[in-house]
Structures are given as structure tokens and as C-alpha cells.
């Protein structure tokens, strides 16, 4: 008989993949399921990337690549950094993953002992409780609520912390509640981790580029916090391109060594073409991808419309990404077509099973009281899914 190990058997599974997987699952029995539950822009990968892609084929891109990325890939995110967020690095401080999930899969091995804790603001990405906990380290959740736009306060954080603490992780634009910290924000709580100077600060800016606020903000900018900050992205969400698998990060030089040490005995370096292809997207202006930015601001204008008509929603208005993250707590001890709601997961299985709408339970982000709502889908089928949760809770 096969003994599988603890870790395995205490971990989750991604709530997003499981419901995708449901949703699929739904699809084959001959549901008209419309999928609002997964993260992935329903975009095509820009012509000029892909092209770049077809380039390196026929110039024979086959080889095993550098574990840390192609010194011309390296260049170009520090050029990209420096243009767009101010931030100088050097080759030696870049790490190119196999996606920005191996990038912070990364950071908690090298970074993390048993018993540290990792603070994440709740709602937080699905992803990183897990992460942490493979690490043996400790999630300590810190919760907001839509009443303070879902971001941490810096007395939140100075609460949060003792001596045990040894990293922050936070997203901005957030996955899932689409916040944006402004750039005063992060320096409140950069005025809290000054006092605190153990501590390492992971800073997810996957949807760096898909924001409606204004100009982007990150914590390694402050040059008291540089030295702490790992700052991490890619060019899944803002340049279409989910299945290519490229993430990377900028990080102090004795993290991005750790890290490059690590990969070299789980993956070895990224796939070759991708990474070709990733050079040409970040060496591009990022008004090349505004076309996608301004169709889905046009979305969120349009699900927040018709999620606030529904009695029972309540929305803040998302700065970024393509999430919304409504409060459903109106609905919780109701009961609707003889099933009753006592939890975020019911009325995330309710919409599931009697509006055809498959979404994500806010339980899966560290926030018992939301749903996510994905609007990367197309506007017939943002305004028929609104349609049928509708009715389904009339």
C-alpha cells in the first residue's frame, strides 16, 4: 500500500482549479456552465510575442537554458524594471521561474524555517497559505474587510507582528479583491518595517500593468526598504500569456542566489522559446497591451453595474486586476430553492449548481464573506451570468 506523505495529505487544493475542474466536470454532463472562476485573460497572446516565439524555433532555441534566465531575458527585466518601476537591478539579483508561482515557491524555501511566520493580508492570493505551509512556515492572516477597500492598516501590521515574524506577502493590484495600494500606502506600512528590520517583504506585482488608478506603486521604490524587498512578476495576466510559464524576480542578491541554488535541483531553467518570446513582450512598450486594460475597465463597469442591482451584493470598485470581490453575507441563513445558505462556500456551490455560474468561495483567500468573481470573459457572457445569479437568488 502506498503511504502518501503528511505534506501532501494536509495540503489544499487550489480552490480556483478545483472549481475550473468542476466547472468542466458540469460541461461534459451537458451544462451551459459559464466559467467565471478562473484568472486567465481570455485574450490571444499578442501577434508581435508570438512571433517572436516562431522566430526562435526557426533559429533553434532547443537547448537546456541558464537555471536563472537567458542573460539577454535578464537584460531586458532590468530594463523593464528600471523604466517602469524606478528599480535598479543588476543581473545577479534576477531569477527567471518557471512562472511567478515557482518564483514564490522559491522565495518561501530558501527564506523560511520551521515555525516562522509569514504575514498575509486577508483576502490574499489562494495560493500562498500553501506555499508558506510546504515552507514550514506559519500563516498568520490579517483581516480586512470591503469597509476598508480589503487593505491592511499599518496598525494591522504592527499587531501582527512578533518576534517569530519573518516575512509579509501581499499582491498589488490584488488577486482577489482587485485593490490597489497607493505609493502614501505602502510607505505608511514601510514606516512600520523599518522598526521591524528582520523582516523580508514579498511583493506580488503580477497585475502591475492592469490598473485603473493610475501609476503603480511598489515597496522596494523605498530606498529604506529596498534591501528587503523581492519583488515579483511575470507576463501571464498582462500580456496574455497564462500558458507560457515565465514569472521572474527582483530580489536582494543572497535571495536571488538561494533561489537560482533551489530551481537548479527542482526545475532547472524555464522553457527556451517562452523565454525568447518574453523578451520581446517586456522590451515592448506596455501601450502595446492598453487595448486588453481598457476592455476590461469597460468589464468592470459593466459586472459592477449588475452585481450592485442584484439585492444582497455589495461591491467595493476594484483599482486593478479583473476581479471583483463582493460581500454576499446578505445571503447567509436564507434559503433558495430548498438549499440554504450558510457560507461564502454554499453560495459559491448554489450559483454553481442553480445559476450554471461557476465562481470562487472567498474562504479560499483567507475572507469567509466573499465570493471572486472573475470579469476576463467576454460581455454576453458577464451580462448573462449576472442574468442568472439573479435570478437565482430572487
Not at 162 to 186: A, D, I, Q
Not at 313 to 321: I, M, T
Not at 364 to 382: E, M, P, V
Amino acid at each position: 500500500m502506498t503511504t502518501l506523505s503528511t505534506r501532501v495529505k494536509n495540503m489544499a487544493t487550489s480552490a480556483t482549479l478545483a472549481m475550473a475542474a468542476k466547472a468542466r466536470e458540469l460541461r461534459a454532463q451537458g451544462k451551459d456552465i459559464i466559467g467565471l472562476s478562473l484568472g486567465e485573460p481570455d485574450f490571444n497572446t499578442p501577434d508581435f510575442i508570438k512571433d517572436a516565439a516562431i522566430q526562435a524555433v526557426n533559429d533553434n532555441y532547443n537547448s537546456y537554458t541558464p537555471v536563472d534566465g537567458y542573460p539577454e531575458l535578464k537584460q531586458a527585466i532590468i530594463t523593464k524594471f528600471k523604466r517602469d518601476n524606478q528599480l535598479s537591478y543588476d543581473p545577479a539579483q534576477i531569477v527567471v521561474s518557471t512562472g511567478a508561482k515557482q518564483s514564490l515557491a522559491n522565495i518561501a524555501l530558501v527564506s523560511l524555517d520551521p515555525g516562522d511566520e509569514v504575514i498575509l493580508p486577508c483576502p490574499y492570493w489562494v495560493s500562498y497559505s500553501d506555499i508558506v505551509k510546504i515552507a514550514e512556515g506559519v500563516p498568520v492572516e490579517v483581516k480586512t474587510s470591503i469597509a476598508t477597500d480589503f487593505k491592511m492598516t499599518p496598525d494591522q501590521l504592527e499587531a501582527a507582528i512578533t518576534p517569530k515574524t519573518k516575512m509579509l506577502w501581499y499582491s498589488s493590484p490584488c488577486n482577489p479583491s482587485g485593490s490597489v495600494y497607493s505609493k502614501e500606502e505602502l510607505r505608511a506600512l514601510a514606516d512600520v518595517l523599518v522598526k521591524h528590520p528582520h523582516i523580508i517583504v514579498v511583493s506580488d506585482e503580477i497585475y502591475e500593468h492592469i490598473n485603473y488608478a493610475g501609476d503603480h506603486a511598489s515597496m522596494a521604490q523605498f530606498t529604506d526598504m529596498y534591501d528587503r524587498v523581492v519583488t515579483v512578476n511575470g507576463v501571464s495576466k498582462a500580456f496574455a500569456m497564462t500558458g507560457w510559464r515565465i514569472g521572474y524576480i527582483g530580489a536582494p542578491t543572497t535571495i536571488a542566489r538561494a533561489c537560482n541554488k533551489m530551481q537548479g535541483q527542482i526545475t532547472s531553467g524555464a522553457n527556451c522559446i517562452a523565454q525568447r518570446a518574453v523578451i520581446t513582450a517586456l522590451e515592448a512598450d506596455p501601450s502595446k497591451v492598453q487595448y486588453m486594460v481598457d476592455e476590461f475597465k469597460s468589464r468592470r463597469e459593466l459586472i459592477l453595474q449588475l452585481l450592485n442591482d442584484i439585492p444582497g451584493f455589495s461591491c467595493n470598485e476594484p483599482d486593478g486586476a479583473f476581479y471583483v470581490f463582493p460581500d454576499v453575507t446578505a445571503f447567509f441563513g436564507r434559503t433558495f430553492n430548498g438549499v440554504t445558505i450558510n457560507n461564502a462556500s454554499d453560495f459559491a456551490m448554489y450559483i454553481l449548481e442553480h445559476a450554471n455560474v461557476a465562481t470562487v468561495t472567498g474562504d479560499a483567500f483567507g475572507n469567509a464573506n466573499s465570493i471572486r468573481i472573475s470579469y476576463a470573459a467576454s460581455t454576453d457572457n458577464i451580462k448573462e451570468a449576472c442574468k442568472r445569479i439573479k435570478e437565482a437568488v430572487s
